[in-house]
């Protein structure tokens, strides 16, 4: 299950990696905003196929260790802990919103001072809102 995860994520890395160079090419080049956001209404069906198929192996997965059974959660251990919570009115706003906040995670992780405690952020507006509470207790 974990190769699945790391083979997830690495798709998710390169998906994001591609669409940030699209925006780029938008603010760029205003003549091909059109061209270029029906590129990015494909990309969100190929983000939705990625979270598919990685929803489905795991399932497969956990339904092949134990038939039957309930899943328990894993145990969350780290150094740096992350509260998110979103609200949305449709899925479509819902994955904007997540972009909008993992776009926000990324600053502050790359801000993020050593020893430093918390760092908080969030948003609101016509999508809807997230917050979230990124915790470090690294002593490095």
Known sequence: MEK????TREKLREWQMRRLEIKDRIQSHPEQTLEL????D???D?????LSQAEMIRSADVNAA???????PPALTGACTLH??????STEDLR????MAVFELQQQINTMAPGAQASRGGMSGS?????FELSSHDNA
């Open 127 to 131: 999508l809807g809102e997230y917050r």
């Open 46 to 50: 190929e983000h939705a196929e990625i």
């Open 84 to 89: 998110l919570n979103v609200a949305a009115q």
């Open 37 to 40: 956001s029906r590129v990015l």
């Open 96 to 99: 904007r919103l997540l972009e």
């Open 66 to 72: 134990a038939p039957g059974a309930e899943p328990a």
């Open 4 to 7: 699945v995860d790391d083979l």
């Open 42 to 44: 494909l990309m969100d």
